[in-house]
C-alpha cells in the first residue's frame, strides 16, 4: 500500500478497537508506512489526523522503537494538537515514550524532548480537556517529577486544585499519584 492510499483509506477507520487494530497491523508490517502516518498525526487541517493519532497509539503498544527517529519531530508538534479525540492518544504515547526513556531506557529522549513534553501535559491538565488525556498527563508529569523536583510540588497543587470539580476516574488517578507523591 502506498501512502497516498494509506492517507485514503484513514476515512474508513473508525473508533472501534478491532478497525484501529486492522489499520495499525498494515503499519506494523509496512514499515514503509509509518513516516507517512507520523506526519500524518500532525497534519491537523486533514480531518483524520485523530485516526492517525489512534492508530500511531497501537503501533507504539508494539514498535516504540520506530519513534527514535522522529523524537524531535513528534516532541516539537504535540503541543499543536487541539482535537480532543486527538490528544488521549497523543497523550498516552507521551507516556510510553517517558516510561520507556526512564525505566527501560529502550528510547533516549533529549533534554528538549523532555521539557517539550512536561510543558504540554501541563498544558492538557490544566486546560479543558477530557479526563483520559488528563490522566495520562498526570502519570507521566509523575514521571518526570521523579527527575525533575519542581514538577511534584506544581502537580500536587493543580490536582488538588482541580480533585473537588472531576469525575470519579480523574479523582481516581488523582488519589493514586497523590499518594506517591507525599
Known sequence: ????EF???LDYVSAYRASRQRFADEVL?????????VRLCFETSDKNHPKACWILEFV???KLEWMKEYLDFFCSQIKNIKEESAIRPVAKICQLLIKSHYKKGEIQLSEKH???ITETG?????????VASKAYSIRTLYLLGKHYDWIHPELKTIITKD???????YKAVAKEVLKKIK
Request: charged share 20%.
Open 122 to 130: 501541563f498544558d492538557w491538565l490544566i486546560n479543558d480537556t477530557k
Open 1 to 4: 500500500m502506498i501512502a497516498a
Open 29 to 37: 508490517h509496512n514499515h514503509d508506512l509509518f513516516p507517512e502516518l
Open 114 to 116: 523532555l521539557e517539550e
Open 60 to 62: 507504539c503498544y508494539q
Open 7 to 9: 492517507q485514503k483509506n
Open 163 to 169: 480533585f473537588p470539580n472531576h469525575s470519579a476516574s
